[in-house]
């Protein structure tokens, strides 16, 4: 590898700082020079900001006003391939640089100096005398050995004040130091806690290590069947990378998720590893990017801005159930987590692994070009088994009105009920209902700043508006008749499927799991942990129980709705549902006990449906391509999404017409553009919303066609746009 360039002092640099201009700012090398890739601090008007040494400096600005940069701060120095991480993936995601540099330096404090800490050991020198308290501070220290203490720590530990402790510094007895508050991560065994695979598991296992050992780059689709042991083989392949000295990453959709999994990757390799996402701590995120960039950290447990940590040596990125939607960001930088990482691992030569039951059509094809390795376990650990499969069909159901809970469903939860076993009942939709209806006027309750009903969250006692959050106490009057007594709920949530469930089974111990019932990550994962341990017989859930979850007397899954996914005209309707059905009735049965999952459906005969309960995966994947491949839509075909928005909705139409009329950048490579339209959700806080659409062909040139299209219009005032390459939601 050529060495990064070195600037004397007074040279000239260019610096990439996070403030929004779109280009790199000349300064004067600091004192002491820096290197291509030093983070430093610079002056900017009247403050001070935080940069990376891009380059040389572009010399187009009057020299007398270039300003020296401050210094350089006391952090690993960018690496090339971050930079060209951040390069690639801005062209990628058609995003400014300093937003992209914003995203990779998502820690507090980086310019601080150091922060330190007084620690304590023992030390030469003897006190002048000894008391009993004295005897106790210097019986720890020589009980632990070289370790040294907090103040806090060896007093309690030595159940003496803290002025004991400093009197036995000040006779050289103890040792008094100050240390770097920014700790690095224990380390961690690769050969700690393994556990004994099965055959087929070993298979996967060996494949993915002799990858890891070849030190290049390459994608695994590691496809198996829920509790086939997916996470156990890539725990191998994680234990290869730290073999090798390498630095691993595992992605993960959910934070809810990974206190299940910081427990597992402890047992596994001794320590606990670094955990990432919005719920740490400000001084530990600072810690985990700094020590991930000095190698101090060799395992990050995170969500998707994981992937813009700045590693020394990352050698393995998995991406767990990497079909997830919540990989998408879909707020600020429009990046999907599963692409970054390939892209990635590409540039630094380490290895992806996406793990799932149930691929992204995306990964499915790239695997079936041959882009990817595909690695398969096709049959549960032990003794588990996958469950039965099959419909209801609700055509022949005797169901009265407002209720959803067939006779046929009903006798299958009693049927576990009597055997002590456990059901859940799966409805997609949160809140009690999901529209409430004047039965007076006919009115239905909306937001007063978006296009969206109202949802009834009857344990709130609120409507709550799910496009902004907003929400109000439930009227008594409609507000549009202000007849009283009138309003209704229409269609069931989750909350209301409860209270039918309690009806029909009065003796059951109910838990409802919704993602809005739990104050907090923790709560959520308490109530989880009751759930799995017995403490219910029934739970009415929502897609959060989708997700990963092992609850092992779990018998019996039912849909409620099984054809809520199909409708709508999201291109991605009937993978979706496929995959959620999948992973729902994956649930049931994860120990010795057969399961079974029955799937309520008006539409038995549905190509979706009966996928899903035949069971032919490879089947539905197929037929599902093929029509993508007409249809020239990805992954066999490009799109880019664009949103308009203002307060004004001629201004956002103008500007919308203008850019469909204007459109030769994207005729010349092929492309064609549809809309404006409004959007699906066509006002969100006050924002009237409008889409087009880009659909260009799978090689041509569409980022930067796209540059060109967009660069021929000011967006000025309150208007706003946003380019969504290859959007998952249309809403
Ligand atoms: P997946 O990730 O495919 O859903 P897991 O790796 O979570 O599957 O495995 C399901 C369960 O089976 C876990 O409790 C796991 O510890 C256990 N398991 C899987 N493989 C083995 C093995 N080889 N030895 C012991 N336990 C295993
Ligand atoms: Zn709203």
Redesign the pocket.
């Known amino acids: 590898m050529d060495e990064p360039e070195f600037f004397d002092e007074g040279a000239l640099i260019g610096v990439l700082t996070t403030q929004p201009l779109d280009r790199v700012l000349d300064y004067k090398a600091p004192a002491g020079g820096c290197w291509q890739g030093s983070f430093v601090e610079v002056p900017f008007g009247p403050r001070k900001v935080l940069g990376v040494v891009w380059g040389g400096g572009r010399g187009d600005w009057d020299p007398a006003k270039v300003r020296a940069a401050n210094r350089v701060l006391d952090v690993a120095p960018m690496r090339r391939e971050m930079k060209e991480f951040i390069e690639k993936s801005a062209q990628y995601t058609l995003t400014a640089l300093p937003n992209m540099l914003r995203l990779a330096t998502r820690a507090p404090g980086l310019s601080d100096p150091p922060s330190m800490r007084k620690v304590y050991r023992l030390g030469d020198g003897t006190p002048d005398r000894m008391t009993e308290a004295r005897t106790r501070v210097l019986e720890v220290l020589q009980e632990f050995g070289g370790l040294s203490f907090t103040l806090k720590e060896l007093s309690e530990q030595a159940g003496v004040t803290s002025s004991v402790v400093k009197g036995l510094v000040k006779q050289g007895a103890v040792a008094e130091e100050d240390t770097p508050r920014d700790v690095p991560f224990p380390k961690m065994d690769p050969d700690y806690g393994a556990?004994?695979?099965?055959p087929e598991?070993a298979a996967a296992s060996a494949s993915l290590r002799t990858g890891i050992q070849s030190r290049s780059y390459g994608t695994t689709l590691l496809r198996?069947?829920?509790?086939?042991?997916?996470?156990?083989?890539?725990?191998e392949a994680i234990a290869e990378t730290l073999r090798q000295g390498r630095q691993a990453l595992v992605l993960l959709p959910e934070i809810a998720l990974t206190a299940e999994f910081l427990t597992?990757i402890e047992a596994r390799f001794g320590a606990k590893p670094a955990e990432w996402h919005s719920g740490v701590t400000m001084t530990e995120r600072r810690r985990i990017w700094k020590m991930v960039g000095q190698g101090g950290a060799e395992v990050v447990i995170g969500a998707r801005s994981a992937l813009f940590l700045p590693f020394r040596d990352l050698g393995l990125i998995v991406v767990?159930e990497e079909h997830d939607t919540s990989y998408k960001q879909d707020d600020g930088v429009l990046y999907n987590a599963r692409d970054m990482a390939v892209l990635r691992a590409s540039l630094c030569d380490a290895r992806v692994i996406l793990?799932s039951?149930t691929p992204s059509l995306e990964s499915w094809a790239n695997a079936d070009a041959g882009k990817y390795e595909r690695l398969e376990?096709a049959s549960?650990?032990?003794p588990?088994v996958l469950p039965d499969m099959r419909v209801i069909d609700m055509r022949s159901e005797d169901l009265p009105a407002a209720s959803w809970i067939s006779p046929s469903l009903q006798a299958a939860v009693r049927a576990r009920l009597e055997k002590g076993e456990q059901s859940l009942l799966f409805i997609n939709r949160r809140g009690y209902a999901p529209v409430t209806i004047c039965r007076a006027c006919g009115e239905q309750i909306g937001c007063d700043h978006c296009d969206a009903r109202m949802v009834e969250h009857r344990f709130l006692k609120r409507l709550l508006c799910h496009q902004c959050g907003e929400s109000k106490p439930m009227p008594e009057a409609c507000p549009s008749c202000e007849v009283e007594g009138k309003l209704a709920p229409v269609g069931p949530g989750v909350e209301r499927l409860a209270e039918e469930a309690q009806a029909h089974f009065p003796e059951a111990r109910l838990a409802v799991l919704s993602s809005d019932l739990f104050g907090s990550a923790r709560a959520l994962k308490e109530g989880i942990r009751a759930i799995a341990d017995g403490g219910a017989d029934v739970i009415i859930g929502t897609q959060l129980v989708a997700k990963?979850h092992?609850f092992p007397l779990l018998t019996l899954v039912g849909v409620i709705d099984a054809d809520l996914g199909l409708q709508g005209s999201d291109l991605r309707a009937a993978e979706r549902t496929f995959q959620l059905m999948r992973q729902v009735a994956?649930r049931a049965g994860?120990s010795a006990r057969k399961g079974a999952a029955m799937l309520q459906s008006f539409q038995p005969e549905h190509p979706v449906i009966r996928a899903i309960l035949a069971g032919d995966e490879e089947g539905f994947w197929s037929a599902e391509a093929a029509q993508r491949r007409d249809a020239g839509v990805p992954p066999y075909g490009r799109m880019a999404g664009i949103i308009l928005s203002s307060g004004d909705v001629q201004q956002v139409f103008d500007l919308g017409n203008a850019l469909a009329r204007q459109d030769a950048p994207l005729r010349r490579i092929g492309a064609q553009v549809f809309g404006p339209a409004p959007a699906p959700v066509a006002r969100v806080r006050g924002r009237h919303r409008v889409r087009l659409l880009v659909k260009a062909e799978k090689t041509a040139p569409l980022q930067s066609a796209l540059a060109e299209w967009i660069g021929q219009f000011k967006i000025r005032g309150d208007l706003r746009l946003s380019v969504d390459i290859d959007p998952q939601s249309f809403y």
């Not at 556990?195 to 099965?198: A, H, M, R």
């Not at 198996?224 to 725990?235: F, N, R």
């Open positions: 556990k004994e695979l099965t598991q198996g069947v829920t509790g086939s042991g997916k996470t156990e083989v890539y725990l597992r767990d793990a039951a376990l549960r650990y032990g588990a990963g092992n994956g994860r």
